[in-house]
């Protein structure tokens, strides 16, 4: 019991609980209501989108495992505590299970795009195996670029579901809908940039919470080499962004009367955000930084369950 308790740990379950809503959230309470009164659904069927959902979790997986394995000195340093590569689960086995999700994670993908006429779909799955150990391996000690590669991965969680809705109406000309694609491209792009900006600001708080571990090693993160006030602006300056944006798209959005969508962004989204700001700010130990890193997840999931809003208003957007 306690190497599957550890098992579930090393692959982050609670994040791959994350991935699994997010894209349910997005298929069946945007994608599916929006083409509800056609006659051909340009969803993905319910059993081939179970398999979308299982590759992306399995890949996410596979990538956990691998960052875990590739960071077995720093995460001494980090977090002895939560040490699982080599003092419960041996590095052998670690390395194995990383490579059978990963090409679970792409047969998948494969399988459902050559059934369902996606045909990029398993190069896609490729791409995010290739990038997660590219990432593990060489962008994650760099500044910047391995944060990037992260929040893009975060993005594509959605972006995928959206892009393979959209590719199904490309290659079906006769259910083409501009409208309802435009629809599904703007809301595609809503989440996956939300998506992206969290993942990202995220990203440099963890940073600058493992900056002992990642200094010893020659990581060169931001906060290594631009300091921690740099690091911490960076940061501020993507809230602002999200926080500005979200409002943007919040007035929008009242002129609908999409009262309850507005007061539910404002207290359970932005004004987190802004307290998270106030926060960032002040913050000066490894622990202020591992608690603002679990608040930033909090928003994610507050962001993501804001979809169910879009199915009680949907026409008028």
Known sequence: ??????????????????????????????????????????????????????????????????????????????????????????????????????????????????????????????????????????????????????????????LVVGFATHYRLLTHPFAYDSMQASKLLRLTFLYGGFAFIISLVREIIKDIEDMPGDAKYGCRTMPIVWGIQAAKMFAATWILILVAALAIVQVYTLQFGWRASFVYCAVFIILPLLLILRKLIHAGTAEDFRLLSKWVKIVMLTGILSMIFFILYWSPF
């Open 1 to 158: 019991m306690k190497l599957i308790a550890a098992f579930f740990r090393l692959i982050r379950s609670v994040n791959l609980l994350f991935i699994v809503l997010t894209q349910c959230l997005f298929q069946y309470f945007i994608v599916i209501p929006l083409f509800h009164d056609q006659d051909w659904s340009p969803a993905l069927p319910a059993k081939y989108f179970a398999l979308l959902c299982f590759s992306s979790v399995c890949i996410a997986a596979a990538g956990y495992i691998i960052n875990d394995y590739f960071d077995l000195n720093i995460d001494r340093i980090n977090k002895p505590d939560r040490l699982l590569v080599d003092k419960v689960i041996r590095r052998r086995w670690a390395i194995l299970w990383h490579w059978a999700l990963s090409f679970a994670g792409v047969l998948l993908g494969g399988y459902v795009g050559w059934k369902s006429q996606i045909n990029w779909l398993g190069l896609a799955n490729a791409g995010c195996v290739a990038a997660l150990w590219f990432y593990s391996t060489i962008f994650k000690k760099k500044m910047l670029s391995g944060n990037i590669i992260i929040a893009l991965l975060t993005a594509w969680v959605v």
